[in-house]
């Protein structure tokens, strides 16, 4: 757990509200869940290597949205803070969102 005064730092920077909540999140080299989300960024779980400040794009899976066709966002970011969480050596990744778009369905395959 960071210290008060790195806690502080972090909150300070954020731009936006975050709202607990655990949302599926596909990458494209595996997949995560979230632990917070807001309008500026996101914050996962995940078995999978991330770099800090590398770009990365991801997609929420919106499952509750449309029942039966989960909406998808698509998001775009930077990696701007990684953190090894213990005991599930797990990585909590929070990225900062630069652009994103929706999508209701999956393209058909074989599709371009």
Same mark, same amino acid.
């Given at each position: 757990? =960071?210290? =008060?005064?790195?806690?502080?730092?972090?909150?300070?920077?954020?731009?936006?509200?975050?709202? =607990?909540?655990?949302?599926?999140?596909?990458?494209?080299?595996?997949?995560?869940?979230?632990?917070?989300?807001?309008?500026?960024?996101?914050?996962?779980?995940?078995?999978?290597?991330?770099?800090?400040?590398?770009?990365?794009?991801?997609?929420?899976?919106?499952?509750?949205?449309?029942?039966?066709?989960?909406? +998808?966002?698509?998001?775009?970011?930077?990696?701007?803070?990684?953190?090894?969480?213990?005991?599930?050596?797990?990585?909590?990744?929070?990225?900062?969102?630069?652009?994103? +778009?929706?999508?209701?369905?999956?393209?058909?395959?074989?599709?371009?």
């Amino acid at each position: 757990m =960071p210290a =008060p005064e790195a806690a502080q730092r972090f909150r300070d920077r954020r731009r936006a509200v975050r709202s =607990p909540i655990a949302i599926p999140v596909e990458l494209e080299r595996g997949t995560g869940v979230t632990r917070d989300v807001s309008l500026s960024g996101v914050f996962f779980e995940t078995d999978q290597f991330v770099a800090l400040g590398e770009p990365i794009r991801l997609t929420l899976v919106l499952e509750r949205a449309s029942p039966g066709q989960p909406v +998808r966002l698509q998001c775009e970011g930077r990696v701007v803070r990684v953190e090894l969480r213990h005991p599930e050596l797990r990585l909590g990744v929070a990225v900062a969102i630069d652009s994103y +778009r929706f999508r209701t369905r999956e393209p058909a395959s074989g599709a371009a």
